[in-house]
């Protein structure tokens, strides 16, 4: 039977995180909320003299970068202080605090743009020139790339008014999802006793070795959403038509340009990234037939794709054992990464184990005035190592980061977001694979790395693609109607899983349940950060020293170049079919092994 959970102060100080380097205590984190205020008269004081001089522009950059970062702070502080105990009432009021304060800093910075791209072409161009502003040129230039796409002052502030109104597709969406929909109990084939069926246990059941659990589960969960097809379709239809509308108003030649434009990417890294997986699908089609074959199953249904293929391994490993195995895995990437993820794993950056109240899952969180902090739940399985490695990737990152940029370049883009941490997640299952595993436990290694590249890479691309198509059809005049969109995502299922899936129509509906879909062509970026990765961690292991010096560089960067810029500095160049090519070679590389193994087991 598990062990009860804690509560919050039972637990051994060992092994949660320190926050005192951040405040030294509650107090102390109130006394520096209550000097906001001041800060945002400041702040205002600057409204309609930004064109005056690049030296009034410099002082309005470093005031918004300063309070930036303090409300930054402030939140961070309080957000980990709920995660420890989400049932805190005091936790809970400072959360709501700083979210507070964070909103009226954004409303205290909503003149800014509009005014300086208000300002002519000869005093921007001025500006870029200026010393005084060098620090800030890269921003300067960002924001400059968009003003043909920037309405006037009045206009942009019509379009915030109706912020909230615009979102709430998501948000309807969102509560059918969490709140109305209802799936019917199935039953345990062994005791008889119910078992509930949700949207927080849905994939766990999924995975269970028991395929009549899987089934049933299956049947009932797009029972669920087979009543709400309709209503979801329009929803999606009307987050469409918003993002269609908004690209004709902002002058952008579609949605997705619209939605890239951002981070500066060009639409053809989205295409790219469709046609090569396409060309390697034949891979993903052997790999279902791989899973067909080890399951022993004469027909493959979608409720088999995350059954485990190892079922009966139990693995386990202690935390100390956790951290030895992080530090081995991070070896090749020098003795600073590694002295410096020794010393904050030493320094308490991560909360470790779960206690009573406690958020679930893990994350990673840093501002400039600390160190990164990890918060784990931390269970002594594979995945729990995994998952140490992953937020340590996103911890070193950030202190990188923090390490070589100014506070105006601290953070970096979600498009590189997820490279880190899963560079880390690979070179833990690189550094398992050499110890020569026994067969089943090989297997069991390389059955994680195959599904990693099903979900991240071959899944979502999947997505982007339906997307792509969705947008499509309403900009070229058409509409989205439940049958289409049905079809539209059956259509795609088969062409990505191939032959020997056998093809249920509950999968019509999954595409009604993907809450990303409401945040417009964000997706690809999880393909295209597992690629790059993929790409990284592999020239990190075969190319040695400079490919090391680059990947470090790459993480020093920050915010300061565009994150295309930031990725190509580390060697990889997704203006090019190349890194997601090589990660996906490197996918059928593992899938011959997995196929050789499972041919002599």
Request: include cysteine; charged fraction near 25%; proline fraction near 3%.
């Amino acid at each position: 039977m598990a062990e009860a959970l804690k509560e919050r102060k039972d637990m051994d100080p060992q092994y949660m995180w320190d926050l005192t380097p951040v405040y030294a205590d509650d107090a102390a984190w109130e006394t520096e909320l209550g000097t906001l205020d001041a800060d945002y008269e400041k702040l205002a004081a600057f409204q309609g003299t930004l064109g005056q001089s690049a030296e009034r522009l410099l002082e309005f950059f470093e005031l918004q970068t300063a309070i930036g970062e303090k409300i930054s702070t402030l939140y961070s502080y309080a957000y980990q202080r709920k995660s420890e105990d989400n049932r805190a009432e005091a936790a809970q009021v400072m959360s709501s605090k700083a979210m507070s304060k964070y909103a009226v800093f954004v409303g205290a910075n909503a003149f800014a743009t509009p005014e300086i791209l208000g300002l002519s072409d000869e005093t921007l161009k001025s500006y870029l020139e200026a010393p005084c502003l060098a620090g800030f040129k890269h921003i300067l230039e960002s924001l400059i790339r968009e003003k043909e796409h920037t309405l006037t002052a009045e206009q942009e502030a019509v379009v915030a008014a109706f912020a909230e109104v615009s979102g709430a597709t998501g948000e309807v969406a969102e509560m059918i999802m969490d709140a109305d929909l209802a799936f019917d109990d199935i039953k345990d084939p062994e005791s008889g006793e119910a078992i509930p069926v949700n949207s927080s246990n849905y994939i766990e059941l999924q995975m269970n070795p028991d395929r009549r659990i899987r089934e049933a589960a299956f049947r009932s969960y797009y029972k669920g959403y087979r009543q709400f097809n309709n209503t979801f379709a329009t929803t999606y239809q009307y987050r469409v038509k918003e993002d269609a509308m908004m690209a004709r108003l902002r002058k952008y030649s579609s949605s997705r340009a619209m939605s890239l434009a951002p981070n500066n990417i060009p639409e053809s890294v989205y295409d790219s990234l469709v046609e090569t997986v396409h060309k390697h699908m034949p891979a993903m089609h052997r790999y279902v037939t791989l899973r067909k074959k080890i399951l022993g199953l004469s027909d493959l249904h979608y409720y088999d794709v995350y059954a485990p293929l190892v079922a009966d391994l139990a693995l386990h490993y202690s935390y100390d054992e956790a951290k030895q195995m992080l530090l081995e895995a991070v070896a090749p990437l020098g003795q600073h990464y590694v002295d410096t993820v020794t010393k904050g794993l030493a320094s308490r950056w991560v909360d470790v184990y779960p206690n009573v109240g406690k958020s679930s899952g893990a994350y990673s969180i840093g501002t400039k005035k600390d160190m990164p902090h990890i918060l784990m739940n931390y269970t002594g399985t594979l995945d729990s190592v995994s998952t140490l490695c992953h937020e340590m990737g996103h911890s070193m990152h950030t202190y990188l980061t923090h390490e070589h940029q100014p506070a105006q370049y601290d953070d970096y883009s979600l498009f590189i977001a997820e490279v880190a941490s899963t560079v880390n997640e690979n070179l833990l299952i690189e550094n398992l694979l050499s110890k020569d595993p026994d067969p089943k436990t090989e297997l069991y290694l390389l059955n994680q790395y195959l599904e990693n590249f099903k979900g991240t890479v071959y899944r979502q691309t999947m997505f982007a693609e339906f997307e792509k198509l969705a947008h499509d059809k309403i900009e070229s005049g058409d509409a989205l109607s439940a049958e289409g969109l049905n079809a539209l995502y059956k259509d795609l299922v088969i062409q990505y899983f191939g032959d020997d899936l056998v093809w249920d129509d509950e999968v019509q509906y999954e595409w009604s349940r993907i809450p990303h879909f409401y945040r417009s062509f964000y997706v690809y970026q999880y393909a295209t950060g597992y690629s790059s990765a993929v790409a990284l961690s592999e020239m990190i292991r075969n190319d040695g020293e400079e490919a090391v010096k680059k990947y470090l560089e790459f993480l020093s960067l920050g915010s300061s170049v565009d994150p295309m810029d930031a990725l190509a500095h580390g060697g990889v160049d997704l203006s090019t079919p190349a890194p997601v090519d090589r990660a996906l070679t490197k996918f059928e590389e593992i899938l011959a092994r997995a196929e050789e193994l499972v041919e002599n087991m």
